[in-house]
């Protein structure tokens, strides 16, 4: 998230960027995207979850939700490392520049590891974890769609 923003602000003050510049921007996004991401991936998610997973007796507490959050994203890794690796070869490292193919077969193995994580979790069946995470997110759906509207 952070090398995608760090390409957009670097449009927004310069047409022609020096390496400084560009690497700068990058840094700034990289550490504000990373804080947003702890944010909504270690304190609101996890909470929403555990909030909504109380309906069926759900046993884990947002600490353990955040930890099969963190523990998900893990082969996002891989996409990371081509970006890092596009930025050293001075290309778009956007997620824009991966291969869209290899973005989904991550994003499925990302949420099939969070779907196992959190039925293991609360103690859940599959088809509960999976209706307990798409009604956790649908606050976040309707509001997007508010807003886009």
Do not use: H
């Not at 947003?36 to 996890?46: D, E, K, M, S, V």
């Not at 956007?94 to 991550?106: A, H, R």
């Not at 069946?125 to 886009?148: C, M, V």
């Amino acid at each position: 998230m952070g090398l995608t923003l760090g390409g957009d602000m670097i449009a927004l003050f310069s047409d022609n960027p020096t390496l400084g510049e560009r690497l700068l921007s990058y840094l700034f996004a990289t550490i504000l995207s990373t804080g947003l991401a702890f944010l909504i991936l270690g304190r609101i998610q996890p909470w929403m979850i555990k909030v909504v997973g109380k309906i069926w007796d759900g046993a884990a507490s947002t600490r353990q939700l955040a930890n099969v959050n963190s523990l998900s994203g893990i082969p996002y890794c891989l996409i990371l490392f081509y970006q890092i690796v596009l930025l050293a070869l001075d290309k778009d490292p956007s997620t824009y520049s991966v291969n869209p193919f290899f973005q989904y077969v991550i994003w499925i193995v990302t949420f099939r590891i969070f779907l196992i994580g959190l039925s293991i979790a609360q103690k859940f069946s599959y088809g509960i974890a999976l209706l307990n995470f798409f009604i956790s997110i649908l606050p976040i759906i309707l509001l997007k769609l508010a807003l886009n509207n």
